[in-house]
């Protein structure tokens, strides 16, 4: 069993969507929070006697106030903890779901088989950077992961697929499951389009320091366009505000890279460089490409060998085609730099700092001021 609470505390300084059309969609200040709970339950049926091989994975999650996520106008969210569960309904508001229920079993030591309710964010991690659930990394999810994923990925659905370790520095997966959002709905319900998907990671070490990159492709078919810009992971809504969205179910696909290098030590303890880049259709996908660069590490001084620190920037190109068509949504770019404290092994308070020149249009430059407190058990 694993549990994590972690409360986020923002302020947009300057900058950002105000005036009268942002208050008809959105209702945040200029400050916001957000406190979220991360249950992780893990049963091996061997250990109950029952059969070998078998674990079953459940997950809880939920999470309750209101953040500056729309304040801030970017299209990569500047707080990552309030997008998830992704309940789409109660994106500002409290939130619960079962994000995860799945069974594997293995069918030997390599190979691996598994379905159910997927969490899908478990991907694209970097050890560095950090992934979608991460809670002591960045706050912005443009550093966690590819942006161009969030058309076909959604947080929760039903799904399943086989892993692989055929050797000690790979690892791989293939993957089908449905490309719309489930989480804190019946999955049995919404079915709007299917996702295959495959992973792969290839570690090694250069100079004797480790190192990996990550290669993932996506393919989505019969995926609603409505649904694409309803995700809450993506601000869209204020520049797709009162526009029909087309329903055509075009197909659609991304391709996305990570990759990091320690330069002195391992994630125990030293830094390194990381990267991230993706690349899609650009239609129906919102996001042409994304990237990210980035430096960070564990024990930045000689007296704090526990804290974590980053700093990176980001680029996000966004589609002028189709739905955004002549709506003057520009390139997005933005910065970030944190610095995470282990007051306790199982306690963290991290402080963060953005800046963020928005693609939606009439938004100004944003830079946005947080601390994060994470405990874990």
Known sequence: MHFDATYVFQGVAEGGF????????????????????DLRLELDTEKLGWWKGGTWMTRFHGRTGQSVVQRASSVAAVNN????????????????AITELTYRHALSEKVGVY????????????????????HQHFLNFAMLYSVVEDATVPHTSLGGGMDFAPSENVSGSVSVFGSAETAGVNPFDRWHGTTFSTEWTFAHKLAERPGAQTFGFLYGINARRTDIAADPRLVIISIVLGLPI???????????????????GDENGGWGVFARWGISDGNPNFVKQNAALGVGGVGLFPSRKQ???????????MSN???????????????EVYYNIAVLP?????????????ALP????????????????
Do not use: C, M
Request: net charge negative.
């Open 18 to 37: 105000t005036g009268p059309l942002f208050s008809t969609f959105s209702d945040e200040d200029d400050t916001g929070h957000t406190l979220s709970g």
């Open 81 to 96: 903890e309030a997008l998830f569960p992704n309940v789409e309904a109660n994106f500002n508001g409290k939130a619960f």
């Open 115 to 134: 379905g159910g309710l997927l969490n899908t964010a478990l991907g694209d991690d970097n050890a560095i950077a950090g992934s979608a659930l991460s």
């Open 246 to 264: 087309p329903t055509t179910e075009s197909d659609t696909w991304a391709f996305y890279y990570n990759a990091h290098q320690f330069l002195h």
């Open 307 to 317: 804290d974590r620190w980053g700093l990176g920037t980001f680029f996000v190109d």
């Open 321 to 335: 085609e189709d739905l955004l068509k002549g709506l003057i949504v520009r390139d997005e770019f933005g910065g």
């Open 346 to 358: 199982s306690l963290h308070i991290t402080l963060d700092a953005q800046v963020i020149d928005s």
């Open 362 to 377: 009439r938004v100004d430059t944003t830079w946005v001021f947080g601390v994060r407190t994470n405990y874990s058990f």
